[in-house]
């Protein structure tokens, strides 16, 4: 594990890369709430011919808190990203982002001059932050105690596996020892939890976030619109309304996927953004 100091504080990352002179096409991958670089475990090893970098964004699972001033409203968080791909003097990056949305921002802040090709892999969209079945979670974790008590939910069975909890992202069950390293830090550490806060809190209105999508045409790179089909959290139909946003993007439904395509159908999602790239 590798680590960058960026304005906000500290980001966590892996890195395939085999030396400074590595010129395999970069691929950067965002999580989702709650999750960490493991998201991508069953994807990142299929792909050889990239250099793969999976950052862990202050989302709560991160291990090391942000700095008390640090920006983590949902375009502060994507001006990470873009401090991210600064700091490591990347360019024509491929950003894949699932689950989470927000890293989208980077376009509306006109952060994206490091982006060559955006994948949105079954993400939020438009005005569904947060997706609709993750409201009661968030919406406690913003009330005093609030994010404590949600950990203290994640660690019974009946919430992380079940369709109120981590259950509801895959049609696959998720390993407990990768949840308890996706919900420890949260947990543990009251810092984290101040930041996951932060975050739940950092949603703007709805006005503001069509607004913001209303600016995603601006991107004229190539972008992979790859979308879980039996997806519950992140509705079919804004895959659709994405590829109609940019002015070259394509669409791919995954059957028998639901949000985390990484966990339900890797081989498929590995091959697709290996055809992506190469073809673009």
Known sequence: MERVELPAGPIDYTDTATGTDDERPVLVFGHGLLMNETQWRKVVPLLDEFRCITPTWPLGAHRQPMNRDAD???????TIIADFLDALDLSDVTLVLNDWGGGQFIISEGRAERVGRLVLA?????????????RPGVTL??????TRTFMWLMSTQLFRHGDRGYGSLTKRRIPDEVLDDWFGP???SAAIRHDLRKFTAGTPSRKILLDWASRLSSFSGPVLVIW???????PVEHAHRLVEEFPDA????????????????????????SRFVTTT
Do not use: H, Y
């Open 228 to 234: 879980g089909a039996d997806d519950a959290m992140m």
């Open 250 to 273: 394509r669409l791919v439904l995954v059957q028998d996927s639901r949000t985390l395509i990484s966990e339900d159908q890797p081989e498929r999602f590995a091959a697709e953004l």
């Open 122 to 134: 079954s993400c939020e969209a438009f005005d569904n932050f947060p997706p609709k079945p993750a």
């Open 72 to 78: 983590l409203t949902q375009n502060g968080v994507a």
């Open 186 to 188: 949260a947990t543990r």
């Open 141 to 146: 974790c913003r009330l005093p105690g609030g």
